[in-house]
């Protein structure tokens, strides 16, 4: 189930009440409201509303993680180093016109990047941090590709946890880092 908002949760609380009341059992509005948190799994109602809140209002927009747009000067050069090397999937291309710069999204698990050769998205040189389950078992995988362009090594304090660096051939750095929480 998901969170309820604070408003239905109340009367949910409300509806218990009245509903115990009818038995001959009378509760403060306060026990009622704990009484509707716990069954909704949380430890109190101070939980239950926090958990409302972050999941916002109803109606409200839901925002998903951000795609990253790399600039590439030639997505067919770049395509090998994504494709081949890094594992990631062509998703779709796209083009204005012939002749015009080409925009590309590809994707590996729930990973997604847009590649792009249109001058005004972005610059050379950014960077992007990626979380990996497991980042030995990425490390092993790119290590066993023929003709690597590049032999990364893990960075096993970095600050996001253990990280694989890589370089794309337009200075783009891409950090697969594995998260504290997934070790």
Known sequence: MTSPTT???KKLAKLLREDLATAGIEIPHSLALELIAHQLGTRDWNVLAALARR???PGAPDISPGVPVLR???VAEALPFYLDYLGFALDWEHRFEPGLPLYVQVSRSSAVLH???HHGDGSPNGAVWLPVRDVAALHKELLARPNAPVRPGISPDAPGG???QVIDPYGNILRF???PSAQ
Do not use: K, N, R, Y
């Open 7 to 9: 408003d239905q949760a």
């Open 55 to 57: 999941a916002g209002s």
């Open 72 to 74: 590439v000067m030639s």
């Open 115 to 117: 590649l792009s050769e």
């Open 162 to 164: 253990p990280t694989l």
């Open 177 to 179: 880092a594995q998260p």
